[in-house]
């Protein structure tokens, strides 16, 4: 003859009551994942600043300086200008250091990235 135990709701009702307790307790310890801000450190705005800086990566230096191009801007030639060269400092200040288009053989429009060192 086989025997069954009979059922206890109870025990089930305290032991789910328990694991929600256990659950609970878990995630207000967990540390808050703190959320991320973001903030613009230059507006381009065209001729004679850079413009469209879409193209390629940034370079950070030890110092906490940016570099990087914009395919725009600058003192060129160009319609809007030829592009340049710019570096955003650590305090956030932008400077151009080079614009491309000055001369009949100088580059124009750069696309991609500096070449880190």
Same mark, same amino acid.
């Given at each position: 003859m086989r025997r069954t135990l009979p059922s206890d709701p109870a025990?089930?009702?305290? /032991?789910? +009551?328990?694991?929600?307790v256990i659950l609970a307790s878990a995630m207000a310890a967990a540390a808050p994942t703190q959320a991320q801000n973001f903030s613009v450190l230059h507006a381009f705005q065209g001729p004679p600043d850079g413009f469209d800086p879409i193209q390629g990566s940034l370079i950070l230096d030890a110092k906490g300086n940016l570099?990087?191009? /914009?395919? +725009?801007?600058?003192?060129?030639?160009?319609?809007?200008?030829c592009g340049t060269v710019f570096e955003i400092s650590s305090t956030g200040a932008e400077s151009i250091l080079y614009s491309?288009?000055?001369?009949?053989n100088d580059g124009k429009y750069p696309y991609g990235s500096?070449?880190?060192c």
């Open positions: 025990g089930t009702s305290i /032991t789910k +009551l328990l694991m929600l570099y990087g191009v /914009t395919s +725009l801007g600058g003192t060129g030639s160009c319609s809007g200008g491309f288009g000055a001369t009949a500096l070449a880190g």
